[in-house]
């Protein structure tokens, strides 16, 4: 695990993990809304035309992005830059298997050392495929992020956690992102499943939405994921996001970090 | 079958993989099911009571076999190699579609599933599985790009006819790719009780392995109908390769064959340096809807949109298996223009009173580019993959006539 990822799941409170679309409205001023408000750990999202596993606010939010011309270089030019001005807050890309490996896996984990990136969650490359791109980022000191669902099913959860790093995502639906809410006794479950089969930090996303639920799921989990909710306000708001997603921020990680103690 | 030990009918890899393709790339919420697809599917595969049942509805149903045609007056005409039409057009509902939802409603059945969801571009698809919905009284959702359920209203009421829900998918480009993009979406949500009746060789293994299984029976039939009508195998298979099902369901049974040739045809557009579909001859490797193929694409990594008159053929992408006999050099990928097409959709009409599909019209085109330059002692066997009644008002329109 990187140092920045163990330094953000040290911390004697559940993380914020909060996901914005590279790209989409004044990417820069987001993501320093992100960290003035309290987030923890930071998701850009890779644009991709296909994003087969995100709800209707992702999919639109991909293609804001690719309408204004955003390219590869330009993603990793933005977080190298958010790399210069946070140092300590680690920074996650997520995408789709295609825009990652096109150029190839070592080109791609390369470029992500180079930009400072401490994380990479790719969501359509399962274990199964993996041969290639979690080695090329592990050489890198890259982590990869893997997804455990709720159809991740004990025979699967050991391939599922090999080779992965940073924290382990749990995509509390099975379904896609933004749209349906997983019931609290699932998460509760869920986490206490996967807390058995691995040291590393559990963060649970998709479908949440208020400082509520999260709350809920911070009690039990290391880390909560909030993404179309972000998004939601970046569609409104545009260029001009910046104020409102940082004091929804707030809001989250006052929620959050307040939920509960977690012992170190 | 029998598999000899260097054959290449014995793909894919226990993986999913022929060669460095295929593969099984989807989010870890689906990988389970698709395991769980693959075990129900390995069970069929050795179950008589499955194949008696598919092979039933084939005959009863679907009206198979399906003629091999020898085309005299378009031979003739050519001048060369003598063409026969293997005619899946005169199947129950008008294409080779059918073939494989016949087979995927029956794994369905046997899963317990209770809902059907399919993909549609032309509609054709979305057609074949309303049908095998209607036929087995499964509820049914076809997911359909938004600019397609425009230019394909006659199938969109069909499909609506046969009992099924038409979603008009919004996202994205609002064709074919997005349909099916929708398609996995939904699945991942509902997969305790839907069945996702993939309609080409692509997707996620194990779907480009049991829907060619499924539609090899057009080569199996091509096969016994052409040693009967000719005393040996022909020299030539060309079909047309949108996802590419039909293709290779002509195919498989000949790849172990080395005397015979095997084209594939790919949707050219306006021209290669144009808008097309020519995945082969325009695109590279790449990862989409779950599978590693050759996928139309920018420098990124962004899917491009295709383009050609055949909404069949309209797919940034082609199934895996293609992408491996093309790199193995096995079969030879061509491209043929919409204007091609056009031009052979007419000349068949007009020489063997068969209108055949837009899409299988440009195989015809490649038929009429190979036969005259090959002698007349040499055989072609051409993949009549559909009828073109669907395609009239797409024909008048390039025509410039008003219906
Ligand atoms: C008549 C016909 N031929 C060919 C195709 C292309 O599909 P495939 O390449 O899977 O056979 C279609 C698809 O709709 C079709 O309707």
Known sequence: MTNRFAAAFAKPHAALVAFITGGDGDTAANLDALVAGGADVIELG?????????????????????????????????????????????????????????RGADWFA??????????????????????????????????????????????????????????????????????????????????????AATDLPIAVGFGVRTPEQAAAIAKVADGVVVGSAFIDIIAQHGDA???????????LADAIHGAKEIAA | MTQLPNSLRTGPDERG???????????????????????????????????????YLLKHYVGRPSPLWFAERLTEHLGGAKIYLK???????????????????????????????????????GVATATVAALFGLPCTIFMGAVDVARQQPNVFRMKLLGAEVVAVE????????????????????????????????????YPELVRDFQSVIGEEAKAQILEAEGRL????????????????????????????????????????????????????????????????????????????????????IGPEHSWL??????????????????????????????????SAHAIAAAERIAPTLGNDKVIIVNCSGRGDKDIFTVADALGVAL
Not at chain 2, 338 to 358: H, M, N, R, Y
Request: glycine content about 10%; some cysteine.
């Open chain 2, 326 to 359: 093309h790199e193995i050099g096995r079969v030879r990928y061509e491209p043929v223009t919409d204007a091609e097409a056009l031009a052979s959709f007419q000349k068949l009409t007009k020489l063997e009173g068969i209108i055949p599909a837009l899409e």
């Open chain 2, 87 to 125: 005619r899946e057009d005169l199947n129950h509902t008008g294409a080779h579609k059918i073939n494989n939802c016949i087979g995927q409603i029956l794994l369905a059945k046997r899963m317990g599933k209770t809902k059907i969801i399919a993909e549609t571009g032309a509609g054709q698809h």
């Open chain 2, 234 to 317: 022909p020299d030539m298979l060309i079909a047309p390769v949108g996802g590419g099902s039909n293709a290779i369901g002509l195919f498989h049974p000949f790849l172990d064959d080395e005397g015979v040739k095997i084209v594939g045809i790919e949707a050219a557009g306006e021209g290669l340096d144009g808008k097309h579909a020519a995945s082969l001859a325009g695109g590279r490797p790449g990862i989409l809807h779950g599978n590693k193929t050759y996928l139309l694409q920018d420098e990124d990594g962004q899917i491009t949109e295709a383009h050609s008159i055949s909404a069949g053929l309209d797919y940034p992408g």
């Open chain 1, 110 to 195: 390369a470029e992500c050392a180079k930009a400072g990136v401490d994380g990479v969650i790719c969501v359509d490359i399962p274990s199964e495929e993996d041969g290639e791109l979690g080695p090329a980022l592990r050489v890198a000191g890259v982590d990869l992020i893997r997804l455990a669902t709720p159809t991740t099913d004990a025979a699967r959860l050991p391939d599922v956690l090999n080779g992965a790093g940073g924290f382990l995502y749990y995509v509390s639906v099975a379904g896609i992102t933004g749209l349906q809410q997983a019931a609290q006794t699932s998460i509760d479950e869920a986490v206490a499943r996967l807390k």
């Open chain 1, 46 to 102: 890779m644009p991709f035309t296909d994003p087969m596993a995100d709800g209707p606010a992702i999919q639109a939010a991909n293609l804001r992005s690719l309408a204004k011309g955003t390219t590869t270089a330009d993603l990793f030019a933005i977080a190298a830059a958010f790399r210069n001005r946070h140092p300590d807050t680690p920074l996650v890309l997520m995408g789709y298997a295609n825009p990652m490996t096109i």
């Open chain 2, 171 to 206: 996202s994205g480009a609002k064709t074919l790719k997005d349909a099916m993009n929708e398609a996995l979406r939904h699945w991942v949500a509902n997969v305790h009780d839907t069945f996702y009746i993939i309609g080409t060789v692509a997707g996620p293994h194990p």
């Open chain 1, 241 to 251: 996001a910046a104020p409102y997603v940082e004091a929804f921020t707030r809001t």
């Open chain 2, 17 to 55: 993989h022929f060669g460095q393709f295929g593969g099984r790339y989807v989010a870890e919420t689906l990988m389970p099911l698709i395991l769980d697809l693959e075990r129900h599917y390995r069970a069929a595969q050795t179950d008589p009571a499955f194949k008696a049942e598919f092979d």
